[in-house]
């Protein structure tokens, strides 16, 4: 069974920066679109940013031009650089994979990583 851990979470003040990375324990992620999604206290999760096998990337509006999500297929590690960050962007973030349309078609989830950002 695949297992997705997070990791790179913690205590930041507003402005700083913090670099999430997800680990899977097989090599899936070459074959997989990737995420990084977040789930604030009283919210709905929410997706952060997602990458495609081919590299494209998505991101919320919220994030755009302050995360950066990237991935090494090698490591089967996908990482998102978190910038300039604000109080509102505190949450527990958790990596994805997903793959839907072609065979073996599988959704894992890691456990998640807290994020908070306060002064």
């Known amino acids: 069974q695949v297992q997705l851990v997070e990791s790179g979470g913690g205590l930041v003040r507003p402005g700083g920066s913090l670099r999430l990375s997800c680990a899977a324990s097989l090599n899936i992620f070459s074959m997989s679109t990737m995420g990084w999604y977040r789930q604030a206290p009283g919210k709905q999760r929410e997706l952060v940013a997602t990458i495609s096998t081919g590299g494209t990337t998505n991101y919320a509006d919220s994030v755009k031009g302050r995360f950066t999500i990237s991935r090494d297929n090698a490591k089967n590690t996908i990482y998102l650089q978190m910038n300039n960050l604000r109080p509102e962007d505190t949450a527990v973030y958790y990596c994805?994979?997903?793959?839907?349309?072609?065979?073996?078609?599988?959704?894992?989830w890691g456990q998640g990583t807290q994020v908070t950002v306060s002064s």
């Open positions: 994805n994979a997903d793959r839907r349309i072609f065979a073996p078609k599988y959704t894992y």
